[in-house]
Structures are given as structure tokens and as C-alpha cells.
């Protein structure tokens, strides 16, 4: 079977809910250290990251969004709170609560941590046999013309498949990772976020 590579539906829908939840943090603000900042008494309250989350799939406030699981938004909010976890605690040895309580935390570095998360759960991931594949440990690597790929084999026929990283922002970021000699984002996370 010959591989496909565009982003999966579900890629898709994460990365339009992470941009949404940017959208609303940078229209209704942003706060800490609760899910909602209910002093205003609006109904589109300034909000943390799983707060803000919780309005784009929910369609307003709840108190407990990650427990929310009756409401027909829950999966997508559960979709992309995963992921977003995921990046989090690879990028930033941190979790979506405390990611956005810590000390010094800025509205910016959320916004940020949500355009990146949105542009990874985006990009192509390739599907063998009816599975998408998954990376390799060794990926994202240079191969020997130095461009930079990511590796994927298939677990149930074996294929292996090279894909070269195209996006600019993110060939530039994963060259200044090669360069400074660190370590790019673990393979598990993208495998796991197909
Ligand atoms: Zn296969």
C-alpha cells in the first residue's frame, strides 16, 4: 500500500481548536491560578489555557472542563488537551496546568506554545495499511545531504518512509536544535499525536 501523507482529520480539528483557544485568550484575556477570572461576571471571562480550552469546545464556562465528559464537546476538548499535554511536557517538562500558573509565565509564551502545538498536530503523517506510522526513535534526524527528515515505519508491514521537513519554521528551529547540539522532540510525541 503506498503511504499517504496529509495531516490526519484529527490533526486538523486539534490544531483549529489550539488556534481558537489562542484567539479567545487574546480577545477575552488571560489569567492564572484559576480556570476562569469570574470578577468581571462575563460570560466570555478571561481565562487559563484549559479554561480557554474548555469555552472553544464547550461553548462557555464549566467548572470542571477535563471532567466535562457528557457534553458533546468533550472529545474534542479531550483531543487536544492531550496533545497539548504531550508538547508541553516534552518542550517544556511541564503539564497544561502547570505550564500556565508557573512563575513568569507570560499570555505571550501561551500564545506561542499554541501556534507551535497547532502547526505539529498539522503536520503530514503518513499511513500504511490502514495505520498511521509511526516515528522513528531516531527522528527527526539530518539525512546525508543535510536536509532534515523524519523517519516512519509501518508496524505492520514494515515499510519505512523518509519525509523531509519543509515547513520553514520548523526546518529552522530543528537546524538550530542539529546546530546547538540539543535534542529535538522525542519521537513518542509525534507518534503519538497521529
Ligand atoms: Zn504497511
Known sequence: MNPTQNPTLTGRSIARTLRDTALYLTRHGWCQGAYYDATGGSFTPPACLVG????????????APALND?????????EAVTFLGRFLG???????????DAHGRTKDDVLR????????AEQPAPECCGVP??????????DFV?????????E?????THVEVTDPDEKARLTEVF?????PESAAFLGGAA
Open 179 to 183: 546546530r546547538s547540539g540539543g535534542k
Open 113 to 120: 506554545a499554541l501556534e507551535l502545538a497547532a502547526k505539529l
Open 156 to 160: 505492520r508491514c514494515g515499510f519505512w
Open 133 to 142: 506510522l509511526v516515528e522513528a526513535a531516531n527522528s527527526p534526524s539530518r
Open 146 to 154: 543535510d536536509d532534515i527528515v523524519r523517519s516512519y515505519w509501518c
Open 90 to 100: 516534552v518542550r517544556h517538562r511541564s503539564d497544561v496546568y502547570s505550564f500556565n
Open 52 to 63: 480557554a480550552l474548555g469555552i472553544v469546545c464547550y461553548g462557555g464556562p464549566v467548572d
Open 70 to 78: 457528557a457534553d458533546p464537546g468533550f472529545a474534542d476538548f479531550d
